[in-house]
């Protein structure tokens, strides 16, 4: 690979790591509005696992089932 195209790939993972923080703060504020706290005040690792490190799994109905149990 040249430096040229290293480059793009550097910067292309920059870029996806500004709107992954973009779209994970509207997520994240919507867990605050629905829940009452954040996620990471109750050690949802669920949520954690899913959003934070893209490991788990982003199914609605069990983000919504681990964050019932958080309340």
Known sequence: ???????????????????????????????????GHKPSDVDDDWWIDSLHYCTGDADLKGIKANAEMRK
């Open 1 to 35: 690979m040249t430096d040229k195209k290293w480059q793009e790939v550097i910067n292309k993972c920059r870029d996806a790591g500004d709107e992954h923080k973009r779209l994970l703060l509207i997520a994240e504020e919507e867990y605050q509005r629905r829940y």
